[in-house]
């Protein structure tokens, strides 16, 4: 996936989402079971999943692979949309045309150097 927020409109059905991502179905339920994981439901209780989701999946299965187990990886998830969600905050604060750089040093004033 690119740099762009993944798109959130539900295209793919599981058989799909399994060929793209190379988790199995199993698996998929199991994420979604855990709440890691929530594809959009038809009337008729299809599962269809998103770029989005599909992207998460491929997030999940780093985290899997690094070492971490499902509750971690909760946890993970949790912290990377709070941390976001602030960032998105945060730059709802900033004045326009401010780039969101680390803060310029300070400048000491004269005499009051105490060394």
């Keep these: 996936m690119t740099g762009q927020q993944p ?14 991502t190379g988790v199995n179905p199993q698996n998929l339920r199991a994420y979604e079971a855990k709440g890691l994981l929530e594809p959009h439901r038809t009337p008729g209780g ?51 045309g401010e780039d969101g750089g680390p803060p310029a040093p300070r400048r000491r004033r004269r005499g009051s150097d105490h060394a």
């Design 46 to 96: 299809t599962r269809r999943y998103s770029d989005h989701d599909l992207a998460r999946v491929e997030r999940i299965t780093r985290l899997l692979e690094a070492g971490l187990n499902l509750k971690g990886i909760e946890h993970v998830l949790a912290l990377e949309a709070e941390t976001e969600q602030l960032r998105r905050e945060l730059a709802a604060l900033r004045p326009e």
């Design 7 to 20: 798109d959130r409109r539900a295209l793919y059905g599981m058989s799909v989402a399994v060929e793209l």
